[in-house]
């Protein structure tokens, strides 16, 4: 079976075959005293030949995503999915905080083949298309991620209020243009950003900076927009 590590800030953290690897508040790999955070929230362990990442929590979600964001999963409680990829990368939210983490895998199952024709900072994905405002409410949102120049770690997604300001915009505006953005993804059939009256804001706004952190929606370079803003 293939060598599987952990990247998380630079540290790495070897998977032994047999010994599953928890992340969370406690076990080999203590992310953070966060206290949204679940002490025992993922799981890398391997079985049936194949290394597997497990939510082995009670409440939050992760989005999983290979590194040219051909593929995007939302890992729900209790879900597990196959790494596959050489590089596979988590992000998952606990109260303000966004983490993001790379799995690794030496002699991946699945080898990608390149595509050139890719563009980064795209305006489309499959047959949803933004408007530069739906971008730019995308971009605020992703900000604090984004600007960490690659580096895995963690990133805080702003309120609404914040955002709004980052972006001369009323609230009331960037409410409406954050409906439009999930409504739109969520006909796409994107999970996560609809539900009921017990779906708190944060969790909406933080599942959209995941996705599109996941599908490329947003990349560092597409900043450049959010300084040509003059905030409120």
């Not at 890992?75 to 590089?87: E, H, I, S, T």
């Not at 739906?134 to 770690?153: C, H, I």
């Not at 539900?195 to 804001?201: I, S």
């Not at 959010?226 to 905030?231: E, F, N, Q, R, S």
Request: overall charge neutral; some cysteine.
């Amino acid at each position: 079976m293939a060598d599987v590590s952990v990247d998380f800030c630079g540290e790495i953290f070897p998977v032994v075959p047999g010994e599953p690897l928890v992340i969370g508040r406690e076990g080999v790999l203590a992310i953070d005293d966060n206290p949204y955070l679940h002490r025992r929230f993922l799981q890398v362990s391997d079985h049936d030949t194949l290394w597997w990442l497990t939510n082995i929590g009670s409440a939050l979600t992760a989005t999983v995503a290979d590194e040219r964001g051909m593929m995007q999963a939302w890992l729900a409680p209790g879900a597990r999915l196959p790494l596959v990829f050489d590089k596979t990368i988590v992000w998952f939210t606990a109260g303000p905080t966004t983490y993001e983490l790379d799995i690794l895998l030496q002699q991946p199952p699945f080898v990608q083949v390149a595509d050139e024709s890719t563009q980064s900072g795209s305006t489309t994905i499959g047959r949803i298309t933004f408007t530069p405002d739906q971008r730019l409410l995308v971009l605020a949102l992703a900000e604090s991620v984004l600007r960490r120049r690659g580096a895995r770690g963690a990133g805080t997604i702003p309120s609404s209020a914040d955002a709004a300001r980052r972006l001369g915009w009323t609230l009331t505006k960037f409410n409406r243009k954050l409906d439009n953005v999930c409504d739109k993804l969520t006909r796409a059939g994107i999970r996560g950003l609809h539900g009921g009256p017990e779906k708190l804001a944060v969790n909406r706004r933080a599942r959209l900076v995941e996705y599109a952190l996941a599908a490329r929606l947003v990349e560092r370079e597409d900043l450049d927009l959010l300084d040509h803003v003059t905030p409120a």
